[in-house]
């Protein structure tokens, strides 16, 4: 079963820049991967779409996202990345790595990495 561990997050003054990333491990091979992408859940708030990106690169964003986040992924280290620039302080939530499991046909969730962005 595949697993998914975030990493890279943490505090950043308003303005800043931070690199997400998200690792699948356990059994698989990097064709098992399909979709990947990046959600997030602020204080009080539902989770909802940050990015995503097929396994032939396509990418989708949040429209209030675009220009600011970019997701990229290296199949061969089973990896995805969320680059996040311009961070806001409304920016500042728990960030979920998700990915479509083509062995099992589930999706699988990361336990999330917290990213503070201060004021």
């Known amino acids: 079963q595949v697993q998914l561990v975030e990493s890279g997050g943490g505090l950043v003054q308003a303005g800043g820049s931070l690199r997400l990333s998200c690792t699948a491990s356990?059994?698989?091979?990097?064709?098992?991967?399909?979709?990947m992408g990046w959600y997030r859940q602020a204080p009080g708030k539902q989770r909802e779409l940050v990015a995503t990106?097929?396994?032939?690169?396509?990418?989708n964003y949040a429209d209030s996202l675009k220009g600011r986040f970019t997701i990229s992924r290296d199949s061969a280290k089973n990896t995805a990345y969320l680059q996040m620039h311009s961070l806001k302080p409304e920016d500042t939530a728990v960030y979920y790595c998700?990915?479509?499991?083509?062995?099992?046909?589930?999706?699988?969730w990361g336990q999330g990495t917290l990213v503070t962005v201060s004021s």
């Open positions: 356990g059994r698989i091979f990097s064709a098992a991967i399909g979709t």
């Open positions: 998700n990915a479509y499991d083509r062995i099992t046909g589930l999706e699988v």
């Open positions: 990106i097929t396994s032939g690169g396509t990418t």
